[in-house]
């Protein structure tokens, strides 16, 4: 059964940082591509950011570009979200998601695209 567990959400005011991590088991890890989505209140669940399998490459959303990385340890089965210089319209649940395939050439941007998902964690950015 594979469990995705995001944790390091909270309280931060704009301008301040924080860093996600998303735990994984019960899959090979290592050989699949992971994504970041946010979902704002009442707008859709958005593309944030995206690694391949083996870290090699990442794409990010336009809106998040500069101030958030996304990053792997393939070792602890964990990808990681740090986000700089938050802003308000940064709040929102965070859900780290498994990609459908493995060892992609790029890691997908669409939602359809990933397998399994995290429960999130909620990001709120305060004036």
């Known amino acids: 059964q594979v469990q995705l567990v995001e944790s390091g959400g909270g309280l931060v005011q704009a301008g301040g940082s924080l860093r996600l991590s998303c735990a994984a088991s019960?899959?090979?890890?290592?050989?699949?591509?992971m994504g970041w989505f946010r979902q704002a209140p009442g707008k859709e669940r958005e593309f944030v950011a995206g690694i391949k399998w083996n870290g090699g490459s990442t794409d990010y959303a336009d809106s998040v570009k500069g101030r958030f990385t996304i990053s792997r340890d393939n070792a602890r089965n964990t990808v990681y979200l740090q986000m700089n210089s938050l802003k308000l319209e940064d709040t929102a649940i965070y859900y780290c998601?498994?990609?459908?395939?493995?060892?992609?050439?790029?890691?997908?941007?669409?939602?359809?695209?990933?397998?399994?998902w995290g429960q999130g964690t909620q990001v709120t950015v305060s004036s």
């Open positions: 998601a498994s990609a459908y395939r493995p060892r992609q050439s790029y890691p997908p941007v669409g939602q359809s695209e990933y397998a399994y």
């Open positions: 019960g899959r090979a890890f290592s050989t699949y591509d």
